[in-house]
């Protein structure tokens, strides 16, 4: 399995492979569909792609102090893509300077984040129907 993991931002190619995972993972299954909303919350995103022998396989992006919009295809879940795109996004955040990532998880995805260092910092909430949880993580001890 050869992992390749790049990013941009809204202008590069990339960010419509980005857009299209997202839909297929976090929208599609609901009936929902990307909003503009999320869109322009993207303007000031960083977007992570993650490839699996040349096919799009998962994405994340860095939005200000938060991880948003973790999605990996089904079939690529379990082989630590995942895990692979968070490191690689907590890297772009240390290297601007940031002492902290929080996320909104969903709660079926809490384990996920424990086992990289993230923790519940808040009671779970209702949104787009499914409940969540804000966690963060300390990028810097002691900063």
């Known amino acids: 399995m050869e992992l390749v993991i790049k990013h941009g931002d809204v202008h590069d190619p990339l960010y419509q492979e980005c857009l299209e995972l997202r839909y297929e993972v976090l929208r599609k299954p609901l009936g929902l569909e990307i909003t503009d909303e999320e869109r322009e ?5 960083v977007h992570v792609i993650a490839y699996v022998d040349g ?3 998962g994405t994340v992006a ?6 948003r ?8 879940q379990g082989r630590g893509i995942g895990a ?14 940031q002492h902290a990532l929080g996320l ?11 086992k990289l260092g993230y923790h519940c910092c808040s009671d779970m909430y209702e949104k787009i129907g499914i409940l969540h949880r804000n966690m963060i993580k300390a990028l810097y001890y002691g900063a």
């Open 55 to 57: 096919q799009v396989a």
């Open 41 to 45: 919350a993207d303007m000031d995103a």
């Open 104 to 114: 909104d998880a969903r709660c079926s995805a809490i384990p996920f984040y424990e």
């Open 69 to 76: 919009q973790m999605a990996v295809l089904e079939r690529f």
């Open 84 to 97: 692979q795109l968070v490191r690689y996004l907590e890297a772009i955040a240390k290297e601007r300077g």
């Open 62 to 67: 860095l939005c200000r102090e938060r991880l």
